[in-house]
């Protein structure tokens, strides 16, 4: 065995002992969620084609308890899609990222973005892979100019970024406002004053919410226009928003609901689709034991503004989706169990360079999670190696989810 596949397998150890998925840990146990799977195979296949036929984009909604592998499944999914040509963008919700604020969610995005085969920074690496004479670029070129919902920044900064990108330092400035930075009116007339050419355009002004949802709209068709598949969004931790106020909550079911394709209009983002992981016992902790479900629409249709009547509306959508439209993961079957048990001793005798002895499995119940056979052999493994004679006891404790409102989330 060479050195390097040695330490793929103890990365793959250390990420599966930690309980946090990586491209190592996934590819060596795989996906035992068919029906998911499938269902993702047809949803990026849709995507792939939204664009020429004129569909909007549709998301899915997948759930499990604690450790029953929601982070490996959307990691391996993220594996999945790289393989099939498309840009991924895995999210975790945090306070850094809150689900209700698009210009948060679209810079952590573009932040963390994978394109395909390469390294570099994803919003450079897909300016750079345009091809002005491809027709891809021409319709993308075309759809931008006629201003498709979009404010005129972004026909403006492409008509400069194709004339203009051989200048490094414009190119890069461009680069920055494509990804969340800041660009007012007059920079961008001053570039089109130092391009020479007879051209103007009329700068309206907008909100950062709304510039934010162009800019997902934008990004997943130049993503198309480079030649790539689609962009995937897999956002991790959606439970969080358990633990956000009333009105930040509110917000997020009708964020959820959005990039869940379910907004008609407002979900119109063609090349562009979306995964997201929730814990289930969030319908009944969080929508009926808090009450948001008949709450949240009550109390903003009490204020009575238009704004707030929409918001009822759309919030409830987003938590109809959670109630009915939740892709459950399926436990782990005794040939499951069996496979990957086989699997992780293998892979603990070569990064280690040594033969795992059999060991004890986790108590098979109905509430144990795959996670938590995982840690147990591996631990006694661990043991093991370093004194074989030792038998170790191991406990397990349940964990206990907080929900509770932080105000610190903001």
């Known amino acids: 065995m060479n050195i390097d596949e040695q330490i793929r397998n103890r990365r793959a150890m250390e990420a599966l002992r930690n309980g946090v998925p990586n491209s190592d840990a996934v590819i060596a146990l795989g996906c035992n969620q068919s029906e998911i799977e499938a269902k993702f195979q047809k949803q990026l296949l849709d995507t792939s084609q939204a664009i020429a036929r004129g569909l ?16 490996h499944l959307l990691q391996y999914l993220m594996h999945y899609a790289l393989k099939e040509n498309f840009v991924c963008s895995k999210i975790v919700i945090s306070k850094e990222t809150p689900l209700f604020d698009p210009a948060k969610l679209f810079r952590a995005a573009i932040e963390c973005a994978v394109v395909p085969k390469k390294r570099g920074s994803a919003m450079t690496e897909t300016a750079t892979a345009l091809d002005p004479k491809s027709s891809k670029y021409k319709d993308f070129y075309i759809w931008t100019q006629q201003k498709r919902g979009l404010n005129t920044r972004f026909a403006a900064t492409l008509f400069l970024y194709e004339r203009m990108r051989n200048d490094p330092e414009l190119s890069n400035r461009i680069i920055r406002f494509w990804s969340g930075d800041r660009i007012s009116s007059s920079e961008i007339k001053r570039y089109l004053k130092a391009c020479r050419e007879r051209v ?30 689609g962009w995937v969004l897999l956002i991790d931790e959606t439970e969080l928003i358990g633990r956000y106020s009333l009105l930040q909550r509110a917000k997020s079911y009708a964020e959820l609901a959005r990039w869940m394709g379910k907004l008609n209009d407002e979900s119109d983002f063609a090349g562009l689709t979306a ?6 016992d969030f319908y009944i902790a969080i929508l009926e034991g808090r009450d948001d479900i008949n709450k949240i629409p009550a109390k903003l249709k ?6 707030e009547l929409l918001l009822a509306s759309q919030a409830r959508r987003g938590m109809q989706i959670i109630q009915n439209e939740l892709q459950v993961l399926r436990p782990p079957d005794t040939e499951v169990l069996e496979q990957t048990y086989e699997m992780l001793k293998a892979i603990h005798a070569k990064a280690y360079d040594w033969e795992p002895p059999p060991v004890k499995t986790a108590e098979r119940l109905i509430t144990t999670q795959m996670r938590q056979y995982i840690k147990t052999w591996i631990t006694e493994w661990d043991l093991k190696r370093l004194d ?23």
Do not use: H
């Open 275 to 280: 995964v997201f992981s929730i814990t289930t």
């Open 56 to 71: 909007q984009n549709e998301g899915m909604i997948v759930g499990g308890d604690f450790g029953s592998g929601k982070s």
């Open 388 to 410: 074989k004679d030792y038998q170790p006891e191991i406990e397990v404790e349940p964990l206990e989810r907080d929900y509770s409102e932080d105000r610190n989330l903001v």
């Open 302 to 307: 009490a204020k009575g503004s238009k704004s």
């Open 200 to 229: 103007s355009y009329e700068i309206e002004n907008i909100s950062q919410k709304e510039l934010s949802l162009q800019r997902f709209k934008f990004t997943a068709r130049l993503v198309a226009a480079a030649g790539y598949s």
